[in-house]
């Protein structure tokens, strides 16, 4: 009895067209040793020890540490066995879900459609499935007098998968879905970073709330009515933000990822130092449903640094045009990225470049590439003190306001001056010193 329903449930998967990949992964693979190891019960249970009893001994063994080793892998997750198969099924990348993002269901080649169905049914047999029969399995196997405890938890959200009772028949919701969140790694994270010629997703991001903010209103609305722009599908405007160190250049970037990431905005970080591998990195992008900002955090070039040149294609674009979808935002201290000498002016002599000039204003205006110039001034005193009592007020600090005045000002002469930095700074001390409640900037 149970060999033959754990071979019912593997052929099952077996059987997969597109979707087998949603058990390559720990919990998959670990549910899956579970139905192979009961499997082979009855079939060889002699396979491993000296005689059929040691093999029994052993198969039991096997039984145990398979069921134990996915109850742990499913209680790190911290999801319910169901709620991890959507996931996965949601998160997809398969010839499907990839081709549904850009062609109209009604266009895939209807082996497509049929596949995907089959697979469908597949995958709502297995969630429908009673897991509570692999505890009940490994008790009557291992002769133990209470069954293993089953993994349960509450399911975290509804979806429309959840809420349907014939899979198959939620094909169109399906694409709509993946249409809207993308698949694959654009569907896991929302912030990526290019690291060794591929992208990789950022498991903890870090979240800004745009609310905290403060001081720089005219450049933070400015900034968001661009990035609404690219989220409605209109033209979006690459964006140079520059100015005073500290005064939230690349937090107000951060900070839209926080607000948007719902809406399909996603961010991928590059460092500068792999510019040149920009063009690769906007090549994969156009198809995608999503909305793309590359960010280059404190950008500057060298005099003798040639990846401006790479940057400069994706400002300007190519023969190949850029996606509608993908921008680029840039932090820097400098208005004129490239760093100029006075040595680089032309002087006319034998053996100099005779249009120099041309290449000092190649320098000079590449900044000019970016279609909207954000600057960022320093801070005064009425501005740093207007951050430090917004930032008091969001964390409920309880303090006289002169008190709060008095302090910030010490802070700023004593260490990095007035910034928003150093006001955020301030506030975390203050808080580490009254024991107020920090607020959650994630919330």
């Given at each position: 009895?149970?060999?033959?329903?754990?071979?019912?449930?593997?052929k099952?998967?077996a059987?997969?067209?597109?979707?087998?990949?949603?058990?390559?992964?720990?919990?998959?693979?670990?549910?899956?040793k579970?139905?192979?190891?009961?499997?082979?019960?009855d079939?060889?249970?002699?396979?491993?020890?000296?005689?059929?009893?040691?093999?029994?001994?052993?198969?039991?063994?096997?039984?145990?540490?398979?069921?134990?080793?996915?109850?742990?892998?499913?209680?790190?997750?911290?999801?319910?066995?169901?709620?991890?198969?959507?996931?996965?099924?949601?998160?997809?990348?398969?010839?499907?879900s990839?081709?549904?993002?850009?062609?109209?269901?009604?266009d895939?080649?209807?082996?497509?459609?049929?596949?995907?169905?089959?697979?469908?049914?597949?995958?709502?047999?297995?969630?429908?499935?009673?897991i509570?029969?692999?505890?009940?399995?490994?008790?009557?196997?291992a002769?133990?007098?209470?069954?293993?405890?089953t993994?349960?938890?509450?399911?975290?959200?509804?979806?429309?998968l959840?809420?349907?009772?014939?899979?198959?028949?939620?094909?169109?919701?399906?694409a709509?879905?993946?249409?809207?969140?993308?698949?694959?790694i654009?569907a896991?994270?929302?912030?990526?970073?290019?690291?060794?010629?591929?992208?990789?997703?950022?498991?903890?991001?870090?979240?800004v709330?745009?609310?905290?903010?403060?001081?720089?209103?005219?450049?933070?609305?400015?900034?968001?009515?661009?990035?609404?722009?690219?989220?409605?599908?209109?033209?979006?405007l690459?964006?140079?933000?520059?100015?005073?160190?500290?005064?939230g250049?690349?937090?107000?970037?951060?900070?839209?990822?926080?607000?948007?990431?719902?809406?399909?905005?996603?961010l991928?970080?590059?460092?500068?130092?792999?510019?040149?591998?920009?063009?690769?990195?906007?090549?994969?992008?156009?198809?995608?449903?999503?909305?793309?900002?590359?960010?280059?955090?404190?950008?500057?070039?060298?005099?003798?640094?040639?990846?401006?040149?790479?940057?400069?294609?994706?400002?300007?674009?190519?023969?190949?045009?850029?996606?509608?979808?993908v921008?680029?935002?840039?932090?820097?201290?400098?208005?004129?990225?490239?760093?100029?000498?006075?040595?680089?002016?032309?002087?006319?002599?034998?053996?100099?470049?005779?249009?120099?000039?041309?290449?000092?204003?190649?320098?000079?205006s590449?900044?000019?590439?970016?279609?909207?110039?954000?600057?960022?001034?320093?801070?005064?005193?009425?501005?740093?003190?207007?951050i430090?009592?917004?930032l008091?007020?969001?964390?409920?600090?309880?303090?006289?306001?002169?008190?709060?005045?008095?302090?910030?000002?010490?802070?700023?002469?004593?260490?990095?001056?007035?910034?928003?930095?150093?006001?955020?700074?301030?506030?975390?001390?203050?808080?580490?010193?009254?024991?107020?409640?920090?607020i959650?900037?994630?919330?």
């Amino acid at each position: 009895m149970i060999e033959n329903q754990s071979e019912f449930i593997l052929k099952r998967i077996a059987s997969l067209l597109l979707y087998e990949s949603v058990f390559n992964n720990e919990v998959g693979e670990a549910f899956l040793k579970i139905l192979e190891t009961l499997d082979k019960g009855d079939r060889d249970p002699n396979a491993i020890g000296v005689d059929i009893r040691q093999g029994q001994k052993c198969y039991t063994r096997d039984c145990l540490q398979a069921y134990g080793n996915w109850f742990k892998v499913l209680a790190a997750q911290n999801r319910s066995w169901q709620d991890y198969l959507i996931k996965q099924i949601l998160e997809n990348d398969n010839p499907f879900s990839q081709q549904v993002q850009k062609t109209a269901i009604s266009d895939l080649p209807p082996s497509l459609i049929a596949a995907t169905k089959y697979d469908l049914q597949v995958l709502e047999i297995i969630y429908n499935w009673d897991i509570q029969h692999l505890s009940k399995w490994v008790k009557e196997v291992a002769n133990l007098p209470v069954a293993p405890v089953t993994w349960y938890c509450e399911t975290c959200s509804k979806t429309f998968l959840h809420q349907t009772k014939n899979w198959a028949n939620a094909i169109e919701d399906l694409a709509c879905y993946y249409r809207q969140n993308g698949t694959g790694i654009f569907a896991i994270y929302d912030a990526l970073r290019w690291e060794q010629g591929e992208l990789r997703g950022i498991v903890r991001a870090d979240r800004v709330d745009l609310e905290e903010i403060v001081g720089y209103e005219s450049q933070k609305n400015a900034l968001i009515k661009n990035t609404e722009c690219l989220l409605g599908g209109y033209p979006a405007l690459h964006v140079l933000l520059y100015g005073s160190r500290g005064s939230g250049k690349s937090s107000l970037v951060k900070g839209l990822l926080q607000k948007y990431s719902d809406r399909g905005l996603r961010l991928i970080e590059v460092d500068k130092l792999h510019l040149n591998d920009l063009p690769k990195i906007v090549e994969q992008l156009p198809e995608l449903p999503q909305k793309f900002i590359i960010f280059v955090d404190d950008l500057s070039f060298e005099e003798d640094d040639d990846s401006f040149k790479a940057l400069k294609v994706v400002l300007e674009g190519s023969l190949t045009a850029r996606g509608k979808n993908v921008v680029v935002y840039a932090t820097s201290n400098r208005r004129h990225l490239i760093k100029e000498f006075f040595e680089d002016r032309p002087h006319p002599k034998d053996g100099d470049e005779i249009h120099a000039w041309d290449t000092v204003q190649e320098k000079l205006s590449f900044s000019d590439r970016f279609g909207l110039t954000l600057t960022f001034e320093p801070a005064n005193q009425e501005k740093y003190l207007k951050i430090v009592t917004h930032l008091a007020t969001r964390a409920k600090i309880k303090i006289d306001s002169s008190l709060l005045e008095f302090g910030a000002k010490q802070w700023a002469t004593r260490h990095n001056g007035r910034s928003g930095r150093s006001a955020r700074q301030f506030i975390d001390f203050l808080i580490g010193e009254l024991g107020s409640p920090k607020i959650n900037s994630e919330s």
